[in-house]
């Protein structure tokens, strides 16, 4: 049964490693990033409730001990899973604010749709059942793209608009309604180009 | 184990009793809106994997085997429970279309937020797992209220408005949004006012 409570690191390590090592450069046979790969879709398959440590192990070909090492408890694994997961959402900005609203509103759709709409109604749940992963989840990755699309937004309808209140957050939040509470398949180019002409259409003249 | 497969009828109801009464006016000591109730009620207190018929029949005061003659499963009781629980959400159209797409919204803000908000992550999570929950509860909760929606939208639009599109499922797209994803409250006089002042920028003049 989880507790929900934080396990000690169990110190386990091998004499002389050094567990930040592991967050650089990985070594031959970092199995990081598979680990995580192996976290994010158990989550979309079972949930969070039924997700195991052992399973993700097994999964990504890795011992039970690394994984506890590393992720002392199933909340650690998830923040990291989904941090990982979303990686490269925040895209450069160039000069054009409309492109890189574009851009950016690109890559969370795409992240919502596919895998991202098997994972989120898990890490819902899980936001709702577990406030330490909630925290996590929401300072590491949810802000810093809010406070990009915020910014992005600006750019296009001027910092004062009155709709900026209205508009943020409207992308993904129909991405993320139409993909998991309606079942429908979201079509990137379509829903991007209508929100954004309804966008444009809100900015000065 | 949950296996989520549908458990079928056990046949447990006593000789001549005919199941459909129930669903017609309550008899002198009728369970049924305390038992679907608790069920809401746990929905959102361990969400769906965890929730047991058989603490839904202690919290109501019900027996189990009245909770399996009327529903044989799981899915079946939650499906009933979140019905219930968004009843009274399509209020009578009036003459005022602005009027009319502000009570609906208002209603939607209001079930989503407080208990909503507890239930929310957990049905999102169940209608994932469980496809026959989400076919019943997409098409028996879900579409008649997209449809009004939609019908009040296109009142307050007209119905060749390039941005009914995108505006529908905006409002409890965004109130789902902010409270399950950022856990936020949502304070609906305010919000309300502001995505109708937006609603009303893109109605023709």
Known sequence: MPTGRRRPVTGEAAPGSDQRHVMGR??????TPAILEAATDLLGEVGYDRLRIQDVADRA????A?????WPTKQALVADAISHYTEGLLVPVQDDPMADLSALYRA???KMGG???????????ALRME????EVVRNRVIAPLRERELANLSRVLGADNPFLD??????PALALFRTVVLGEVVTTDEFLRKMLDLIATLAPV
Chains 1, 2 share one sequence.
């Open 115 to 125: 895998k991202g709409g098997e994972v989120l109604p898990g890490l819902i749940s």
């Open 26 to 31: 990985p070594r031959a046979a970092d199995r």
């Open 131 to 134: 406030p330490e992963l909630a």
């Open 61 to 64: 070909g890795a011992g039970l």
């Open 166 to 171: 209205s508009l943020v957050d409207c992308v």
């Open 108 to 110: 969370m759709i795409d």
């Open 66 to 70: 690394t994984l506890y090492r590393r």
